[in-house]
Every structure is written in structure tokens, then in C-alpha cells.
């Protein structure tokens, strides 16, 4: 079939079945070959980082097998690599005119899909030649300037480039570093030791390999997709936090690797046939952000924990909400229930007190007021009579029980104390009792303010669901592990979770207001 032929099955059906064939054999590389596929459609630069031995050289050859008519160029950088095995050897025949000339077909130059291994181990002459292909796809041969028809470079390290050498310009430029680290699981392991050698070709049908007509188009297409709402949100909390954290971090994200980061998004989009980009596609972020191996597992946990803690952003505004409702619960008890237990007490001197008589000497009786204040401590204090003079043979505690011990001095023996009944103050209104004669205006206020906060969380759970609903149809992504969109889903019912919970609360706020 030629390589223009229609194809009737869906774009994203297409990349399943690429992904599917290009995994063939591959144990635990999935992940790594979409995320590898994508940045490919894209022709976005690759940086796969793992120690050796963990097929990294095989995913690129196979990649490079999805696209039609390629010219893959291969090599394995070393200290002492010259720019004749990567650029190609200088032409004699030219050389004898003058004209210093290489001879590129075969070469880097030529290539459109190339795999360079080891890469920072380079010599900074090659690496900085590489800089300019990357940056204006263009070679300086001799006199001339040609252009370079590289669409995609895979390169791969066991290390990121060291610092102060240089190479940030060119690590930048690799948008997706993708972690390609040895086979985890035992049955996994098994499964390798058991296999024959792996081939670096598959049987891709030929309607599913890609063409570059059809990456262009792509391409084109793709710049229609629109970053949604949750997309705008969580990339400005993600910039701000790594911006703040720079330091701790060790992290720098350019506006240009934002700008790649934001076509790699719809682009996954767009492959999974939709409008707009959701929340399984900023899960890519963990292959975008990170730099250095000490940053890599904390920059993926703050992508991570950012998306799980704003997974939706609601047409009203949630801490708002939660504000509203404090404020509206804090008034109810204000104006309508007592806010602490109210005593009866008497007024003196512009402080409460309380009364009280106690009988002492066996028969004589003495009244006196306890201040109020003491009521929560333990401190011990003497009351005053009726005049407001300190009794200092009485001695009063509460010891913050509530209830007053009260001791009398022994008039026998002067330096003893006697106890006599306690005191217990008499509450009228308990803490949590309704307020009587409350004016009916001020309870239809309180009442309608609380239907209102129910009616506007009855909508914001309404709004979820129809939210859910349309994930759970277009969450289907074949450039997220499918353990990550679990983690997606249950972020959602939990936030369900936490909406019916606020529910509760704003009808119980309602019960108080009646």
C-alpha cells in the first residue's frame, strides 16, 4: 500500500496499534514508547536517561520504524569522537580546491531520525555544531549553509550534562527526558531471560506507519487544539511553586520549554481526538520538567500533587465558598444560639459576679460575690462582700472545674483553713440553646443565606458529575500509563467526596438557622 493511502481507522486507533507493534517483545517499555512516539509526531527532540543495557539504542531504531522513508543515523559518542564520524569526512577532492567540504551523505547531515548515545561525552566542537542543527535545522559546509532535513534526534545518557560546561543551551532543547531504568518486575525479568533476541524491526502494517506529509498537517492541526481551563490553572501553580523552589530545587524552566510544553499537550489532545486538553494530558508534565537526577522524583511528586489538589476548577470560586460558609455558620451561632454558658450573676462596679452565702462558725452566715472572671482558672482568689470589700479570711478556687471550693479561716486557729460547701454557679442558658425573642427578619436573612450555600454546592456537585462523565469517555490516553488515569479518576471521586461532605454541613447550617 502506498504510503499516501488513506487509512479508515481513527488517529488515535492508529497510535494504539503503533504503540502495540512497536512494544512487541519489550517488557516493561510501553510507557517509554508512547511518550517516545508523541515527542517523534511532534519532532521534538528525545533525551532517554538510564544506565546502559536497558534498550534505549533499540526503542529509537523502532520509533524511527513508524515513519515512513527515513534516513536513521546512529552513533555512540566518545571522548575521543571526532566531528568526521558524526558530520562526515572532509571531501579531498574539495579539499585540493580550497574548499573545506564534508562529505555528509550518511551522516548526521542528512539524516531526517537520528540516535546518539552517550551524548554529553562528546567533544564540546561536536556538541556545539549539534546546538546549530538543532536550533535552525542548517549545516555550515565549507562556504555553504545546508539545510538539514533532521526531524527527530533520540539522544541517551546515563548522566545529565555536568554544569558550567556550556550544554544547558542543548539539554534545553531536549523537551521530554524520559527515565529508562532496568525491568522491575520478576515475571517481567522471567519473560526477558527466557526470550530470544529481540528484533529491532517490527511488523508495522504499512497504513499505520506515518508519513511527513502527514506530520506536517498534524502539526498545523494541532495549534487549533485549546489548553482548557484545569490546564491554564495547573501550569500557573506549577510555574509559581518551581519558581519559588528554584533555589531548593535546582530547577530553571525557560518560557520557551513552557511554550513546547504547552504543543506537546495538545498534541496528545489532538491524537486522542479531542478539542481540548483534559487532566491526563498534563500527567506528561513528569517527562518535561525535571533536570537533574536529584530534582527528578521531587518535580514528578509536585506535578503529581498539584494535579491531584486542583483537579477541577469550579465556575464559583471554592475557597470563596468554604469562606462564605464559615462566615455564615459563625453568624448564625452569633445571632441566633449562645455562644457560652450564661450565669446569673449581678452587676457591680461594671463586673459580673456572683452571689452566694455560705454558713460558717455553725451558725453564723456571711454573703458574698465571687468575680466571674475566675470562673475558667485555677487560681486562687477572695472574694468581696456586698460593699465590694476583699474578704481575705475566704479563700475561693475554681480550679477550673466550674464549681467553686470555698475555705474559711479557722478563728480558733488563725494559720488553719476550713472548707465548706462548694459553690456551683447557676446557668440560665446553657452554651448551644436557642436565643428567644430573635427578630424574624434577621432568621429569614440567616435561613435564605443558607439555602443559598446548599443550592450553590447542589451545583457545583451537578457540574462535577457531568465533568466526570466526560473524562471517564475522553481520560483514555495512550501516552499515560493507565495506573496514573486510575490515580486521575479516584482524584475526582474524592473531590465528589469532598463536596457531599461540605453538603452536610451547609444542611446541618441550615437546621440552625430555622
Known amino acids: ?174 523537551l521530554l527526558r524520559v527515565p529508562v531504568f532496568p525491568i522491575k518486575d520478576k515475571n517481567n525479568f522471567e519473560i526477558l531471560l527466557e526470550s530470544n533476541n529481540v528484533k529491532t524491526k517490527t511488523n508495522i502494517k504499512n497504513e499505520y506507519k506515518i508519513s511527513p506529509n502527514e506530520v506536517e498537517k498534524w502539526k498545523n492541526e494541532i495549534n487549533n487544539i485549546k489548553l482548557s481551563k484545569e490546564t491554564f490553572n495547573i501550569i500557573h501553580i506549577l510555574r509559581t511553586l518551581l519558581f519559588e523552589k528554584a533555589e531548593e530545587l535546582d530547577i530553571y524552566v525557560s518560557d520557551r520549554r513552557w511554550k513546547k510544553v504547552a504543543f506537546l499537550l495538545k498534541a496528545s489532545a489532538f491524537f486522542c481526538e479531542r478539542k481540548e486538553t483534559n487532566l491526563s494530558d498534563l500527567l506528561l508534565l513528569k517527562y518535561c520538567l525535571w533536570s537533574t537526577n536529584e530534582n527528578r522524583e521531587k518535580i514528578n511528586t509536585l506535578i503529581e500533587n498539584t494535579i491531584k489538589e486542583n ?95 470555698i475555705k474559711i479561716k479557722d478563728t480558733t486557729y488563725s494559720h488553719r483553713y476550713y472548707s465548706v460547701d462548694p459553690f456551683s454557679p447557676k446557668i440560665l442558658y446553657h452554651k448551644g440553646d436557642k436565643k428567644i425573642d430573635i427578630n424574624e427578619r434577621l432568621i429569614n436573612s440567616l435561613n435564605e443565606s443558607a439555602v443559598k450555600l446548599i443550592k450553590d454546592i447542589e451545583d457545583m456537585l451537578k457540574e462535577l458529575d457531568s465533568y466526570k462523565d466526560k473524562l471517564k469517555h475522553e481520560v483514555d490516553n495512550p501516552f499515560v500509563p493507565k495506573e496514573d488515569i486510575k490515580i486521575l479518576l479516584n482524584n475526582i471521586n474524592n473531590l465528589t467526596d469532598d463536596l457531599i461532605v461540605r453538603k452536610f454541613d451547609c444542611e446541618k447550617i441550615k437546621d440552625l438557622a430555622k
Open 311 to 405: 483537579s477541577y476548577v469550579f465556575k464559583i470560586n471554592l475557597s470563596e465558598f468554604d469562606r462564605e460558609k464559615e462566615k455564615i455558620e459563625k453568624e448564625i451561632n452569633k445571632e441566633l444560639y449562645y455562644t457560652e454558658n450564661i450565669y446569673d450573676t449581678t452587676i457591680r462596679d461594671g463586673n459580673e459576679y456572683f452571689k452566694t452565702c455560705c454558713i460558717y462558725d455553725g451558725y453564723n452566715r456571711i454573703t458574698f460575690l465571687i468575680d466571674k472572671k475566675y470562673i475558667k482558672t485555677n487560681k486562687e482568689f477572695s472574694p468581696v462582700d456586698t460593699n465590694g470589700n476583699i474578704l481575705d479570711d475566704i479563700k475561693c478556687n475554681f480550679k477550673g472545674t466550674g464549681s467553686c471550693e
Open 1 to 174: 500500500m502506498e504510503e499516501n493511502q488513506k487509512v479508515t481507522i481513527s488517529k488515535k486507533e492508529r497510535i494504539k496499534n503503533l504503540i502495540s507493534s512497536l512494544a512487541e517483545n519489550l517488557q516493561e517499555r510501553e510507557d517509554i514508547i508512547s511518550v517516545a512516539l508523541l515527542g517523534s509526531l511532534i519532532e521534538e527532540s528525545i533525551f532517554f536517561y538510564g544506565p546502559p543495557g536497558t534498550g534505549k539504542s533499540l526503542i529509537a531504531r523502532r520509533i524511527s520504524t513508524a515513519f515512513h522513508n527515513q534516513k536513521y543515523f546512529e552513533y555512540l559518542m566518545q571522548k575521543f569522537s571526532t566531528p568526521d564520524e558524526i558530520f562526515g569526512q572532509v571531501s579531498i577532492s574539495e579539499l585540493k580546491k580550497d574548499n573545506y567540504k564534508r562529505l555528509t551523505e550518511g551522516f548526521l547531515p542528512t539524516a531526517t531520525f537520528a540516535f546518539l548515545d552517550e551524548i554529553w561525552k562528546s567533544s564540546p566542537a561536536i556538541l556545539n555544531t549539534l546546538l546549530t542543527i538543532l536550533n535552525e535545522r542548517t549545516f555550515k559546509n565549507g562556504n555553504s549553509i545546508e539545510n538539514c532535513p533532521l526531524r527527530v534526534i533520540i539522544s541517551a545518557s546515563n548522566e545529565v550534562p555536568p554544569k558550567n560546561q556550556g550544554l544547558e543551551a542543548l539539554y534545553d532543547r531536549f
